[in-house]
């Protein structure tokens, strides 16, 4: 293998995960979940307040966000337009040291098809990239016999804005 790459450490997209924290349950948390649901076309699951916050009247447990997670081709599809919505830019910033990415949009109608609606409103969302190899990091996850993943294997930022670079066709700015 001479001039070749091994195919199992290429880069993929693991899974997509589509938040809107809304802070409050009830009713706008109901919205945040029809636009979830317009936007990817999947049933969203409710996130919880890990701890009490007087000042914001946040209580422990409370519902106050909604999420999606999407993974495969319904990931890859959704990817393209969010980043079209952002005109394929990124921030260097958004990049962790896992190579993983996080981006936001300011609001749902920013995708194309989609007109403000009054009765919904606005809701911005957040968008998180987990990007992995396709041999896997099943090491790391696994319960029994989990490990750390070693330098060679672990993914960089550089290979993160490469991979997105030439996937999808991301500019990154400053």
Known sequence: MSGETNPMRA?????LVINIGVGQSGD???KAQKVLKMVTGQKSVLTRAHSTNRDLGIREGQEIGAKV????????????KAL???????????IDRDGNVAFGIPDY?????????????????DICIEIGRKGGMSVK???RASHAIGKSAAIKAEETTEFLTRAFGVRFVE
């Open 28 to 30: 706008p948390l109901a």
């Open 109 to 125: 109608t920013d995708f194309p098809g989609f007109k403000y609606d009054p009765a919904i409103g606005i809701f911005g969302m």
């Open 11 to 15: 880069l993929c997209v693991e899974k």
């Open 141 to 143: 996850r696994r319960t």
């Open 69 to 80: 997670t999407l993974r495969g081709q319904r990931a890859t599809e959704f990817l393209q």
């Open 84 to 94: 079209g919505t952002r005109e394929n830019q990124l921030s260097r910033t958004g």
